[in-house]
């Protein structure tokens, strides 16, 4: 038995037809873990109808550009859970860790890094605040994101998190970051060598080259350097 898209299909044939894929999607899709063998019923986590996301968001170039790659990523799924007009959530970390897939020691102050939150704050996109809610030993926060300005921000569906949320963390970060970079309306990068982007997106020439070899190798990235 095989699951994909939230259907389950007896043979990868039949999958393959019903949802008119390539070899190369198919191939994708299988690394990526998007396509899954089930060996015994099981419950799939955060499954499409379960997740509080609009359908999509919008994110100021400034947070996708500054912010490391894994808290890109983090920043965009807890976008997708704010009002679309106020750019409001009060989206607890634990909930965001679930939705992203990861342990909420991340979020979390460390000797070598700050919190999330702390470095939200930093990239001074973003207003939190906590609220009372009149109960002893609980609070909520409530993130305020500014509004986006003309020219410097991206539309991002929510197909990017169904899609890609089995990649690596830093992977998908890093793909956002690409995407910051891209010509308008396009998925198109025109830049004159990687020194030009590691100054756009904040990142190492090293760190660069091998998050592009590896979105090649999944047939995510044509590059012409």
Known sequence: MWHYNNN?????SELRKVNRLSSTKMRFLLKTNQIILINHIERLPYE????????????SNNLI???NCSDVYRTYTLLLTADKDSLETNTTLKQ???FVGEELDNYKKSKSTLSFNDKLRATGEVV??????????????????NQVEPGNYRRIGR???DTYNTLDLKLRGFILKLFSV???????IKLSSIRKLKELIHMGHNTIGRYI??????????ENW
């Open 8 to 12: 389950l299909y007896e043979k990868l």
């Open 48 to 59: 499409r109808h379960e997740t509080p996301f609009k359908e999509y968001t919008v994110m």
């Open 65 to 67: 550009q500054n912010l």
């Open 96 to 98: 965001l860790a679930g």
């Open 128 to 145: 939190i605040r906590d609220i009372d809610s009149k109960q002893k030993d609980r609070h909520w926060t409530m993130y305020r994101f």
């Open 159 to 161: 197909e990017f998190y």
């Open 182 to 188: 891209t010509e308008p309306h396009s998925y198109v």
């Open 213 to 222: 070899e590896q979105l090649k190798d999944l047939d995510l990235l044509d």
